[in-house]
């Protein structure tokens, strides 16, 4: 089974960025499609990025387009969410998923493999 790690996660201020990282000691990283969720209290789980098993095609949220980008490093066998000007509405756990099918996919129920998450504060 594949064991993914996220971390990078914090409290930070509105406007401010971070970086979340997912890494993986799976070989056969390189033909998995990899996404990106994130939950908040007592909310359902929401999709916020994905990518292609190549890196090379990507998929966000409405609420994230133009601040958030997603890569796919299979030389290091790790997925990021660069996350900039961070707003109060992303405040939530944050979750990595991988899908043995190497497309993209925006719905939770397609992926394989998931993180422990971490959890991303912004204040306002």
């Known amino acids: 089974q594949v064991h993914l790690v996220e971390s990078g996660g914090g409290l930070v201020q509105a406007g401010a960025s971070l970086r979340l990282s997912c890494t993986t000691s799976?070989?056969?990283?390189?033909?998995?499609?990899m996404g990106w969720f994130r939950q908040a209290p007592g909310k359902e789980r929401e999709f916020v990025a994905t990518v292609s098993h190549t890196g090379d095609n990507t998929i966000y949220a409405d609420s994230v387009k133009g601040r958030f980008t997603i890569t796919k490093d299979n030389a290091k066998n790790t997925v990021y969410l660069q996350m900039n000007n961070l707003k109060s509405d992303d405040t939530a756990i944050y979750y990595c998923a991988a899908r043995i099918w190497g497309t993209p996919a925006t719905n939770w129920i397609e992926y394989d493999y998931w993180g422990q998450g971490t959890q991303v504060t912004v204040s306002s």
């Open positions: 799976e070989h056969t990283f390189s033909f998995y499609g």
